[in-house]
């Protein structure tokens, strides 16, 4: 039985995923790191679908976003990732500080990226919303802040964010 590929919107796009009328096949996968390359084995590659995606939004141009609070390894390294895949044009926020010492530790270099300071996760958040309000990224992406705490700001009737569509995180 053949599985169906999901269909993801890209509303900063506007595009769909895969191209209708388009199959991508099982032709790439990303290495640990994050470089797009032909597969080797066609028969079994564990996650295929994603990297599929991952491939295809790869293709299309990286869009501005405010990284909250990356104040550890895994959430930094991640913005870290996409970035050097070509997905997405991080900006960090969070303490200065912090983020230096987590990259360093990490052997992460970070000193192309943009990097906005502030004092504590509170003031990262808010700083993430007014970022996504003034249109300056177009996506925001949790670091190492509390879901509710980033979520709160995103709907709250004061950060300006809020809409009558439903959001999903």
Do not use: F
Not at 81 to 104: C, K, N, S, Y
Not at 118 to 138: D, F, I, K, W, Y
């Amino acid at each position: 039985i053949r599985r169906c590929l999901p269909i993801v919107t890209c509303t900063a796009a506007r595009r769909t995923w895969p191209p209708y009328g388009q199959s991508l096949g099982c032709n790439t996968y990303m290495d640990q790191r994050t470089h797009i390359r032909p597969a080797r084995h066609a028969k079994h590659v564990r996650h295929e679908k994603y990297h599929q995606l991952i491939a295809y939004c790869a293709s299309l141009p990286d869009e501005a976003c405010a990284v909250v609070h990356p104040c550890d390894r895994a959430s930094l390294t991640g913005a870290v990732r996409a970035a050097q895949a070509g997905l997405i044009r991080p900006i960090l926020v969070g303490p200065r500080a912090r983020i230096e010492a987590v990259a360093r530790d990490a052997g992460l270099d970070i000193s192309r990226l943009e990097l906005i300071d502030t004092p504590h996760s509170q003031a990262s958040v808010e700083m993430g919303a007014r970022l996504a309000r003034e249109g300056r990224v177009s996506m925001l992406m949790k670091g190492s802040v509390l879901t509710n705490e980033l979520l709160s700001e995103v709907v709250s009737r004061e950060a300006g964010l809020r809409t009558d569509r439903r959001i999903s995180h």
